[in-house]
């Protein structure tokens, strides 16, 4: 048995503080090896005590160290390995359960801000409808009611809002029909689905009422101006609405403008809250993207209706206001417009459309304007016919032939004719005309109106294309000249989506009018076969077949009609007969001559004034003689005749003469008091069917005299005294004119006085006879 060797532990004394020590000895051990005295290897290892700080050298057997240090440094591994590992372990698990709770704390903090943002949403959108129904209902009754009259344009401001009410009050009820609450997980998918589903319907609503937005700002902008006028309106709003800050309508009419742009940030805040795995995520992304869509084609339509609205009105421009709009620029602008027109008709140039790169005509507008003329053609005539016809019913409307006494009393015929014009007059034929002008007229004009919008536009497009095509080849455009390709192409896009539409709604109202019209005169006839009826019995011919009946009826009208034209062309050769006139001395002359040269059966006077239009015609006044040369002209044309008009000859129309006879009818009595009726009368000039042989001029007994004074006021008048013997030289001016006669006085003077200043006395009323002054 070997006894172990005895341990040596040898003191170390501490060194001093300036030593440093290694890191590792500080440690508290440190082992290395040594050689003993026997030249064995032996395991030295130091511990220095804490307190102390002494150094203890310990030494292990020489042959037992080497397995000794190996597993004491096995143990010591072990140990920390599993200490490590239990550690990281636990600090695993406690991360992945905290991020577990920081993901259900962010889930939970998401779905609340979603609840709160589909609520605010849903909350918004039923104040929002409130306000709107108190503004449309309660405060525009009260302001009709109490603002009398009520302002102009009140109801015009309120133009489109009752559609958007409406499809706002659609999309809440749609979601009460789910009756689902704000935090449930199927709300989102029913707000999508009502949004999605009336999202056309939005679009027709708010794009008319945005577009239409600018004139209630101009309607209450005047209402301002008005003081008086603008306190009542405020008035009248807060005590309808004393809970809300309103001090004008536009607090109200302004609310649509910024509801439709809040849809997309609400949908895009309740999408951002949601988690993607959220069934309704992708639905949500579609709405959203629907909404920002939504608004971008009403921004659009907005500003079509603004380029619209400002080159569809006509204005009424005096020539003022047209030079004083003349400047450099227009008048560039205009000469480039004309240079571009020239070449488009002489073929220079081809005219572009919306395909300016491959230089194409548009066919398509071209297509739309050319029907757009022929229905704007097609309703200005039918409007034209219907006024015509509105007229003619009118004007026999106030011919009241059932008033007259016809001297046929006792008589069934006229006692039913009497009966049935009277009830026409009154009942039927007024109720017809009235329907007309309501239901044919009125539309007919309101069209009319209308295409005046569509014609500027395009003739606005016109001039667009123009100033186009001059800058489509520039490679680089100023802003002035992008602005101009930006109006036309505003121009073009606006008609070519509303001229079909214009031209399609057009076409059917004209129809429905022709139709209308047809409808009104079906009811016409058959009102006036219920009236007839009730009196068949008492007419004559009641009695008779069908077939005689009208066998008699066709007789009786070209019967009539025959007698009505007779009638009228006595009436119309009586009218055209002029008024029998004593002639002139110079007329008396006249007729002398022609008739020794030409023979009485050749003289005809002129019924109206004679224009010449070609070479060798006459200009003949009312009332002039002249002989007849050759009933044609040269060319035998028998509408012209070779007169001869006492010296000149030339032609004039054949259908302004008619043949000269001497009267045969005694005069009408003398505008003076003092002309007896046995006084010897002079024979006045008048037609009559015969031809008679002229009678032999009698001796004068009649002269003219002033009946006033009168003093000339220039050098072409001549000034006589009443009582004054005057001779008359032409009854009439230079124009033709009865108001004025060019007379003689004593001395020989010559001029013109006022025809009604001159009385014509008998010779022997007082006045010494004078030869040389009769008429």
Same mark, same amino acid.
């Given at each position: !048995?070997?006894?172990?060797?005895?341990?040596?532990?040898?003191?170390?004394?501490?060194?001093?503080?300036?030593?440093?020590?290694?890191?590792?000895?500080?440690?508290?051990?440190?082992?290395?090896?040594?050689?003993?005295? =026997?030249?064995?290897?032996?395991?030295?290892?130091?511990?220095?005590?804490? /307190?102390?700080?002494?150094?203890?050298?310990?030494?292990?057997?020489p042959e037992d160290g080497k397995a000794a240090r190996r597993f004491s440094s096995q143990d010591s591994f072990s140990e920390e390995s599993s200490l490590s590992e239990e550690r990281l372990e636990e600090e695993a698990r406690e991360a992945q359960r905290r991020a577990e709770e920081e993901e259900a704390a962010a889930k939970e903090r998401a779905a609340q801000r979603q609840q709160l943002a589909i609520q605010e949403l849903v909350e918004s959108e039923r104040s929002y409808l409130r306000l709107l129904q108190l503004s449309t209902v309660t405060i525009r009754s009260n302001l009709q009611q109490q603002l009398q009259p009520p302002p102009a344009g009140l109801d015009s401001m309120f133009l489109h809002i009752e559609e958007v009410i409406d499809v706002s009050s659609r999309l809440l009820s749609l979601l009460d029909q789910k009756q689902l609450q704000f935090g449930e997980p199927d709300f989102p998918q029913s707000l999508c689905d009502s949004f999605l589903s009336l999202s056309s319907e939005m679009e027709a609503a708010y794009k008319e009422y945005l577009a239409h937005y600018n004139h209630v700002t101009e309607v209450e902008n005047s209402y301002k101006q008005k003081e008086a006028l &603008?306190?009542?309106?405020?008035?009248?709003?807060?005590?309808? *609405?004393?809970?809300?800050?309103?001090?004008?309508?536009?607090?109200?009419?302004?609310?649509?403008?910024?509801?439709?742009?809040?849809?997309?940030?609400?949908?895009?805040?309740?999408?951002?809250? =949601?988690?993607?795995?959220?069934?309704?995520?992708?639905?949500? /992304?579609?709405?959203?993207?629907?909404?920002? *869509?939504?608004?971008?084609?009403?921004?659009?339509?907005?500003?079509?209706?603004?380029?619209?609205?400002?080159?569809?009105? =006509?204005? !009424?421009?005096?020539?003022?206001?047209?030079?004083?709009?003349?400047?450099?620029h227009s008048i560039a602008k205009k000469t480039a417009r004309l240079g571009q027109q020239i070449k488009h008709e002489a073929g220079l140039k081809p005219k572009i459309g919306v395909l300016d790169v491959l230089q194409l005509v548009d066919e398509e507008f071209d297509a739309l304007e050319g029907f757009f003329y022929v229905l704007e053609n097609g309703i200005l005539e039918l409007l034209e016919n219907v006024e015509m016809y509105l007229q003619h019913l009118q004007g026999f409307l106030s011919c009241r032939t059932e008033d007259f006494d016809l001297d046929m009393d006792g008589e069934k015929a006229p006692i039913c004719y009497k009966e049935i014009t009277t009830a026409l007059r009154q009942w039927i034929l007024p109720m017809f005309e009235k329907r007309m002008r309501k239901l044919i007229h009125q539309p007919l004009c309101a069209l009319r109106d209308l295409l005046v919008g569509p014609r500027n536009l395009i003739r606005k497009r016109l001039d667009k294309l123009l100033d186009y095509e001059v800058i489509e080849g520039k490679p680089n455009l100023?802003?002035?000249?992008?602005?101009?390709?930006?109006?036309?192409?505003?121009?073009?896009?606006?008609?070519?989506?509303?001229?079909?539409?214009?031209?399609?709604?057009?076409?059917? !109202?004209?129809?429905?009018?022709?139709?209308?019209?047809?409808?009104?005169?079906?009811?016409?006839?058959?009102?006036?076969?219920?009236?007839?009826?009730?009196?068949?019995?008492?007419?004559?011919?009641?009695?008779?077949?069908?077939?005689?009946?009208?066998? &008699?009826?066709?007789?009786?009208?070209?019967?009539?009609?025959?007698?009505?034209?007779?009638?009228?062309?006595?009436?119309?050769?009586?009218?055209?007969?002029?008024?029998?006139?004593?002639?002139?001395?110079?007329?008396?002359?006249?007729?002398?001559?022609?008739?020794?040269?030409h023979g009485s059966g050749k003289i005809f006077q002129v019924m109206s004034?004679?224009?010449?239009?070609?070479?060798?015609?006459?200009?003949?006044?009312?009332?002039?003689?002249?002989?007849?040369?050759?009933?044609?002209?040269?060319?035998?044309?028998?509408?012209?005749?070779?007169?001869?008009?006492?010296?000149?000859?030339?032609?004039?129309?054949?259908?302004?003469?008619?043949?000269?006879?001497?009267?045969?009818?005694?005069?009408?009595?003398?505008?003076?008091?003092?002309? =007896?009726?046995?006084?010897?009368?002079?024979?006045?000039?008048?037609?009559?069917?015969?031809?008679?042989?002229?009678?032999?001029?009698?001796?004068?007994?009649?002269?003219?005299?002033?009946?006033?004074?009168?003093?000339?006021?220039?050098?072409?008048?001549?000034?006589?005294?009443?009582?004054?013997?005057?001779?008359?030289?032409?009854?009439?001016?230079?124009?033709?004119?009865?108001?004025?006669?060019?007379?003689?006085?004593?001395?020989?003077?010559?001029?013109?006085?006022?025809?009604?200043?001159?009385?014509?006395?008998?010779?022997?009323?007082?006045?010494?006879?004078?030869?040389?002054?009769?008429?």
């Open positions: !048995m070997e006894v172990p060797r005895r341990l040596s532990f040898p003191l170390v004394l501490p060194k001093p503080a300036s030593s440093a020590r290694s890191p590792l000895g500080a440690a508290g051990q440190t082992a290395g090896s040594s050689k003993d005295q =026997t030249g064995g290897e032996k395991l030295i290892s130091e511990e220095k005590t804490p /307190e102390s700080g002494v150094i203890v050298v310990v030494e292990a057997p &603008w306190n009542e309106v405020v008035r009248v709003i807060k005590a309808a *609405a004393p809970d809300v800050n309103a001090t004008s309508l536009s607090f109200f009419l302004v609310m649509p403008v910024q509801r439709i742009a809040r849809y997309p940030l609400l949908l895009q805040t309740i999408q951002k809250h =949601t988690d993607a795995s959220h069934p309704a995520y992708a639905l949500l /992304e579609q709405t959203a993207h629907t909404s920002v *869509a939504l608004n971008c084609r009403i921004n659009e339509y907005k500003r079509f209706r603004e380029v619209a609205d400002k080159y569809r009105k =006509t204005e !009424m421009l005096t020539i003022k206001d047209k030079i004083v709009r003349l400047n450099t100023s802003y002035e000249e992008q602005a101009v390709a930006n109006t036309y192409r505003t121009l073009n896009t606006l008609l070519l989506t509303e001229l079909p539409q214009f031209n399609g709604l057009a076409l059917q !109202m004209m129809w429905s009018t022709l139709g209308t019209f047809s409808c009104l005169h079906r009811d016409l006839a058959a009102d006036m076969e219920q009236l007839f009826h009730s009196f068949a019995q008492q007419l004559p011919h009641s009695s008779l077949s069908p077939g005689a009946f009208w066998e &008699w009826a066709e007789s009786s009208v070209l019967e009539g009609a025959r007698r009505l034209q007779h009638l009228c062309r006595m009436v119309e050769d009586k009218l055209n007969a002029p008024d029998a006139q004593p002639l002139s001395p110079s007329s008396q002359r006249r007729l002398k001559q022609l008739t020794d040269k004034t004679v224009v010449g239009t070609r070479d060798l015609d006459l200009n003949l006044t009312k009332g002039e003689l002249v002989a007849v040369i050759s009933e044609a002209d040269s060319r035998g044309d028998r509408r012209r005749w070779l007169v001869d008009a006492g010296g000149k000859r030339g032609y004039a129309a054949a259908s302004k003469l008619i043949r000269y006879h001497q009267p045969t009818d005694d005069p009408p009595p003398s505008p003076h008091p003092n002309l =007896t009726e046995d006084v010897t009368t002079r024979r006045r000039h008048s037609y009559s069917p015969a031809g008679n042989a002229p009678l032999p001029m009698s001796q004068p007994c009649f002269q003219v005299v002033g009946a006033y004074d009168f003093t000339a006021r220039s050098k072409h008048e001549v000034s006589f005294r009443a009582g004054e013997p005057v001779r008359i030289l032409e009854p009439h001016d230079k124009r033709g004119s009865p108001e004025w006669s060019l007379v003689e006085v004593r001395g020989g003077q010559r001029g013109y006085v006022p025809s009604n200043y001159l009385a014509i006395m008998p010779v022997g009323a007082g006045l010494p006879p004078n030869p040389g002054f009769f008429l």
